[in-house]
């Protein structure tokens, strides 16, 4: 296949040779005939091929030098796309690992929070509800610290209102002191629901930024917070 490329572009290249030499010839022989009639004799051939390199020259550099700087705006175009791809996928990046981990933090957070609320419920020993709410005060300075200038609205909104709900559970089994009321036991349980319907909307978010992260080929860690 190259050699049949090879031969049809050498069968061109001398096509265009034999075009110009006829074109040259036909050209000799109009200015031989048009200086004829005129009576200005034979002209001078070696300053009129002077005179046609010249200004073959400068159209040869012309052409040079417009090829250069397209070339050169090409690759600069290409540069500043590059660029700009990499400026998005980094802000994606840190988009998809900021909802990734508050999803994963939420997510132990809820857990703790239901296991907080059931220990009060049904009497369980003072170690295991004291050890519900150490976990829980941690996960909650965990998602405080997730929420950062630029972090996705989402996110943001997610992690404050989860960190809020172990907030004030956690204010209400001091408050409670015993056992708990029905009353602290409706408002704790609305507290973990609220705050669920947020983390649901965050997984949500997460999924469809994972998936944007897949399709523009950018890794993502599987760091979780232990």
């Known amino acids: 296949m190259e050699t ?3 031969g049809m572009k050498a069968v061109e290249a001398l096509c265009w040779v034999f075009f110009g030499a006829c074109v040259l010839g036909i050209s ?3 200015i031989l005939y048009a200086l004829g009639a005129l009576g200005w004799g034979t002209p001078d051939w070696a300053a009129w091929v002077q005179a046609v390199g010249s200004i073959a020259a400068i159209v040869g550099a012309f052409l040079i030098s417009h090829q250069q700087h397209m070339k050169a705006q ?6 500043q796309k590059a660029e700009q791809k990499k400026a998005e996928d980094t802000e994606l990046h840190a988009r998809t690992l900021a909802a990734k981990n508050v999803v994963q933090v939420g997510s132990h957070a809820m857990e703790m ?4 609320v059931d220990s009060r419920q049904v009497d369980k020993p003072a170690w295991e509800t004291e050890k519900y709410e150490a976990r829980a005060d941690q ?4 998602l ?9 609205h989402v996110t ?12 004030m559970i956690l204010a209400d089994m001091k408050n409670v002191g015993g056992a708990m009321t029905q009353e602290i036991t409706m408002r704790c349980d609305q507290r973990v629901e609220d705050a669920h319907a947020f983390l649901c909307r965050l997984i949500n978010l997460s999924a469809m930024l994972i998936a944007k992260c897949k399709a523009r080929g950018i890794p993502l860690e599987s760091d979780e917070f232990e």
Do not use: Y
């Open 28 to 30: 000799r022989w109009l």
């Open 156 to 167: 943001a909104v997610a992690a404050l209102a989860i960190s809020h709900a172990i907030t």
């Open 113 to 116: 929070l239901r296991g907080l």
């Open 139 to 142: 996960l909650r300075s965990i």
């Open 4 to 6: 049949k490329n090879f």
């Open 74 to 79: 090409a690759a600069e175009k290409a540069r």
């Open 144 to 152: 405080d610290a997730c929420v950062a200038p630029g972090t996705d």
